[in-house]
């Protein structure tokens, strides 16, 4: 049974659509992260599923049950917003127990609950305050006992960790990957941030401009990005794409960077020779080489000391830029010319609309 | 070393103290405006208004100091006790009503359409008239002969039991604007979140306003209550119009007890010594609401 499939679904606010012809299917213990940026669709998407949207075409099954005409509270799902939304004049435990009394659970069975989800996330004596007397980061675990208490089908989380700092995000990340592990319940989480994404999700879908570019698992998204788009918006930095020419080739695709020619293991396509392509490589599949040594070369124009690693900025002779991730050890001068060199298996190409050429075999 | 170290922190703990107080007084030209208006137009006739209550005194400069004996006549006279009662009776009568309906208007007109618009715009413009403008409209339909309600004649400003309640309605059509305005003030600041948390929470519209919306505006509630409060036991203009305090005295309010005291039997001490109990009940009032609201609150 899925925990959650949508079909087709599409949504406009008057003239503009702001989600064109979505299709997802998820396991019933799948935890999906939607990732895009800002104003791409998922945050809506997640309200059409939440029913706090509606939608003008498709249909929308939680657990085996259609639910796109059913109000919010009867589609078995619950929510961590952004904010937490958390009710200010209750206390936590009231604030737990109130979608309970709701529905009339009986009062044992939601104190029952309560006290469960509490010892849980380790919140107990947290139980009689009210959210104006937590931290952000209690905040956060009492919209997530909130959630737990419902005994959810799917559960929704909205960018819920933006409002946290960078220490406390990293540690409720992990927080959120115990419980899904615990719970194993559908979780449906949107977010902008790769980060947050990579290290939560079973499968990963990239949302742009209302539609789906590509559903995968964190390996597959980095590793075979299946557009230009997928490619550069994650990884950090992102990808170097850079415009080359296709050359006539046999097995394998090989093309032309600024006049010189490189392989790579892409099988060949219908691609006519000269036609324009798009080169993408990972920073840290390209390595730096003395200059005239690498497949062509580059001058330095910045270093990125970050510690474990650093980052060199090269400008190309064609007027294209380059990142490179080196060692920390790496010792070079701005303004130097090295050689840029690559594994031919780490190249992605790309066709000039942007889609990969290694989907298109 | 250590005597002659003592003299000098304590000069410079002297030269803090000087240049803390010049800090302070350079912030007064900031204040000075509103201070000069606060002290002329407030404190000094309330002051002023609490010494004239202990002189008999008239309106043409006759005065001479009798102490309390204003007080004791006022506990001792019948038509200002009424007053006292009437005045009472018609804020209990207007304040709930003008909390209740401007709470149910803002909550039905707290949308985006346009209807929404026009319709707080009409229940508002009430509040623009003058006093005198709203009275003779009510007159024309309350008055039994030739008004808009025709039929059965029925006294409202002549029946003593009448009389108030229909101030009190004239009172609310021109007043229900402000509690409409502040509630939607208020409703507009409920954060949408908690609306849809509710939703998602099975929790339909009644719940949610119990719950969820009346929580979020108390204290809006309690501005609107204390508000309203003091303005209706100032209740003037529309007494003295409609029924000039009559039949018998059964609508008439303490300030229009006031007025007739003061300026037209120009008995201004008494007049004032009738002021200074007003102030004091409106101020209990007003202090009341907001202690047992605070109470409430820590309560809860």
Redesign the interface.
Known sequence: MSGLALKGVSKRFGDTPVLDDISLEMGAEEFVVVLGPSGCGKSTLLRAV???ETIDSGSIEIAGRRVDTL????RG???V?Q?Y??????TVRENMA??LR??GVAREEIARRVVDAARMLEMEPLLDRRPAQLSGGQRQRAAIARAIVKEPKLFMFDEPLSNLDAALRARTRQEIANLHRRIRTAMLFVTHDQTEAMTLADRIVVMNQRRIEQAGTPAEIYRDPATVFVATFVGSPAMNILPVRAAPSRGSQRATLDGAAFETTVPVTNVPADAPLQLGLRPEAVRLCPAGEGAIDGKIVFCEFLGDRSYVYLALSGGGRIVAQVDAGFAAAEGQTAGIAFDPAAAHLFDADGRSLRRAV | MEALDIPAVSEEGRLGRVRAAREAWSGLPFVAPYLTVFLVLLVYPLVSGMWLSLHKADLFGGSQFIGFENYARLFHDDVFRQAIWNTFYFVLLTVPALTLIGLGLALALNTASRWSALLRGLFFSSSVLSVTIVTLIWRMVLVPDGGLVGLPAIPFLSDAKLTLPAIAITTVWWCIGLPMMLFLAALQQVPKDLYEAAALDNSGWWRTLLRVTLPSIQRTALVVVVIETILQFQLFGQAQILTLGGPNNASLPIVLFIYQIGFQRWDIGYAAAASEILFCIILVAAMAQFFASRGRERSA
Do not use: D, K, R, T
Request: glycine fraction near 14%.
């Open positions: 939440a029913g706090l109000p919010p509270g009867q799902v619950a929510m917003f904010s939304a958390l009710y200010p004049h209750m109130f979608g709701n529905i």
